[in-house]
């Protein structure tokens, strides 16, 4: 573990880092370890990503404040379509206390994806708001201004929805 740098927390258990650093050296090679590859199929793709769902579960099990593991658990299960847990370890990733942790660079894929689940859940007017995040963050990123106008198109803010589907073509 030492090679890792991984130490234990102050309870003297192995840290959610850990738990990926033993295979990996950081979250983000672990995650894309479960994620990633060579795709077989969908079967095999889901595995993957019920597998990778459960291991980040494990890690949040010890380390249940690390926005890193809660915006990588997030996606995976945007993967699964299992919006409303998304939603909620998105949102609590974004929570003040655990940004400070938080990679500024993931802000506005978070939005992005706080945005998308909010639309397929229905509630677009909190799919505007975050897309309205993610896009503040990217707005040179077409498919995060694209999600906005389908959004703003269902909401009846039709003119704004325009403006934002102009701007794709643009």
């Known amino acids: 573990n030492e090679a890792f740098n991984c130490k234990p927390d102050s309870n003297g258990k192995p840290t959610a880092m850990c738990l990926g650093l033993l295979q990996h050296k950081n979250v983000q090679s672990w995650y894309e370890s479960r994620i990633t590859g060579a795709n077989h199929g969908r079967a095999d793709h889901v595995q993957k990503v019920d ?20 915006y990588k658990r ?3 299960r945007y993967a699964q379509k299992s919006y409303k847990p998304c939603i909620h370890d998105l949102t609590t990733a974004l929570d003040p206390e655990r940004g400070a942790d938080l990679n500024p660079s993931h802000l506005a894929d978070i939005y992005y994806h706080l945005g998308v689940a909010y639309a397929n859940l229905g509630n677009h007017g909190r799919a505007v708001d975050a897309l309205d995040s993610a896009v503040l963050r990217c707005p040179h ?25 102009t701007r794709i073509l643009e």
């Open 51 to 70: 597998r990778a769902e459960s291991d980040l579960t494990r890690a949040l099990e010890l380390d249940p404040e690390d926005p890193q593991l809660l």
């Open 141 to 165: 990123f077409p498919h995060y201004v694209h999600e906005r106008a389908k959004s703003l198109q269902v909401i009846g803010e039709h003119e704004k929805a325009l403006e934002d589907f």
């Open 74 to 76: 997030g996606l995976t």
